[in-house]
């Protein structure tokens, strides 16, 4: 009795072709260890399965080996499935990239100046307005700027944390309109 191979058609459309991929190339493979995986890595799960289980003749080693490859191939799904997570996410946050780019690029220093203080009015502005949550111990917004000499900056919201006129600017050019 002679058996012919199956062949696919030489021109198909669509997933005519695809539609096998899983055979040959994912978890219904009958490769265990996939080219581009690391069969140093099979191996030590295999050796690790044999040390736990210690099977005995043949039958015992193939259903070790068949438990590795199950393993194996669980993992191969994971990774998959993380991966396919990882580029949904891509697509999902690919609008926002450039923003995010220019966010964390932006650096605006300030530089304060302090006048000469005596320890009573240092004393009396930590008793008034209590700093102990701010950095740099002092708070510019309210009382705090009794104890300037000057500031320099080119956006003044930065001293208190987020430097807001570039923040609009850097919105704007984002696309987001801004009143």
């Known amino acids: 009795m002679s058996?012919?191979?199956q062949t696919l058609p030489a021109e198909t459309g669509g997933t005519d072709i695809t539609r096998f991929n899983a055979l040959r190339h994912g978890v219904l493979s009958r490769y265990t260890v996939l080219?581009?995986?690391?069969?140093?890595e099979y191996r030590s799960v295999?050796?690790?399965l044999v040390a736990e289980h210690g099977p005995h003749g043949p039958t015992e080693e193939h259903l070790v080996e068949e438990i590795a490859g199950i393993l194996w191939r669980k993992r191969?799904?994971?990774?998959?499935e993380a991966a396919a997570h990882r580029r949904g996410l891509?697509?999902?946050?690919a609008s926002y990239r450039e923003t995010v780019k220019v966010a964390l690029v932006h650096l605006d220093t300030t530089t304060v100046f302090f006048r000469a203080l005596s320890a009573k009015e240092i004393e009396r502005y930590v008793e008034r307005e209590k700093p102990f949550d701010c950095a740099g111990g002092f708070k510019a917004e309210a009382l705090g700027v009794t104890l300037f000499e000057s500031i320099e900056s080119q956006?003044?919201?930065?001293l208190i944390g987020l430097p807001?006129?570039?923040l609009a600017c850097a919105l704007r050019r984002a696309g987001y309109a801004l009143p």
Do not use: K, S
Request: charged share 30%; glycine share 4%.
């Open 3 to 5: 058996t012919t191979p």
């Open 155 to 158: 956006d003044p919201t930065a």
């Open 46 to 48: 295999v050796e690790g």
């Open 76 to 80: 191969r799904l994971r990774l998959a």
């Open 164 to 166: 807001l006129i570039w």
């Open 35 to 40: 080219p581009w995986e690391n069969a140093d």
């Open 90 to 93: 891509d697509r999902t946050l």
